[in-house]
């Protein structure tokens, strides 16, 4: 069975940093393409990332360009998102889901249940 | 960027209707559509890939159709766990974009 089991949320001061991980097991992780899908307290699904199963391919949200770096360590089936200057706008609930192919361009089928980040002062 | 948006923002039904929702993209994106169920404090479930294909496990109550830049998710016959909020989700061009959710309500 898929797991993904994200943490490293938390409480951060605008314009500080945070880094996210993602665990999974039950996969051949390095077969798929990973991303982090977040969602603001009472709306909707914004996603933020996504890295093909090499890395050779990373895209991100244009309100995260520049701030926010997608990364995984494939030996250690895990998902990382360093997020930096972080603002009262990135707080929501953030998800890690798992890619149906090895490219960012699929559809997402299996999810984590999300690790909360709040941005306030 | 593609832009999604979905009508009804809110739907009202009974168990037992038949309810669509509709979903609309800024550009054509072929049948590059995904729909999924987010049940609340949950994380959202994939139902529909590639506009039409039902994801494994998910009960054939439950079928979508389009292609282009119009698209439908269709639920034949409302049960009571299908009180969710549904969004719809297109991966034809990076940045993925979802739509703003549809919230399906008892009546």
């Known amino acids: 069975e898929v797991q993904l089991v994200e943490s490293g949320g938390g409480l951060v001061q605008p314009g500080r940093s945070l880094r996210l991980s993602c665990a999974a097991s039950?996969?051949?992780?390095?077969?798929?393409?990973m991303h982090w899908v977040r969602q603001a307290p009472g709306k909707g699904l914004e996603w933020v990332a996504g890295i093909s199963w090499n890395t050779n391919i990373v895209d991100y949200a244009d309100s995260v360009k520049g701030r926010f770096t997608i990364s995984r360590d494939n030996a250690k089936n895990s998902l990382f998102l360093q997020m930096n200057s972080l603002r009262p706008e990135d707080t929501a609930l953030y998800f890690c889901g798992k890619g149906y192919t090895a490219f960012i361009s699929g559809r997402v089928d299996y999810w984590g249940q999300g690790t909360l980040v709040t941005v306030s002062s | 960027d593609i832009q999604m948006t979905q009508s009804p923002s809110s739907l009202s039904a009974s168990v037992g209707d038949r309810v669509t929702i509709t979903c609309r993209a800024s550009?054509?994106?072929?049948?590059?559509l995904n729909w999924y169920q987010q049940r609340p404090g949950k994380a959202p479930k994939l139902l529909i890939y590639?506009?039409?294909s039902l994801q494994s496990g998910v009960p054939s109550t439950f079928s979508g159709s389009g292609s282009g830049t119009d698209f439908t998710l269709t639920i034949s016959s409302l049960q009571p766990e299908d009180f969710a909020t549904y969004y719809c989700?297109?991966?034809?061009?990076?940045?993925?974009?979802f739509g703003q959710g549809t919230r399906l309500e008892i009546k």
């Open positions: 590639d506009a039409s």
């Open positions: 550009q054509s994106i072929s049948t590059h």
């Open positions: 039950g996969l051949t992780f390095d077969d798929y393409a």
């Open positions: 989700q297109q991966t034809y061009r990076t940045p993925i974009t």
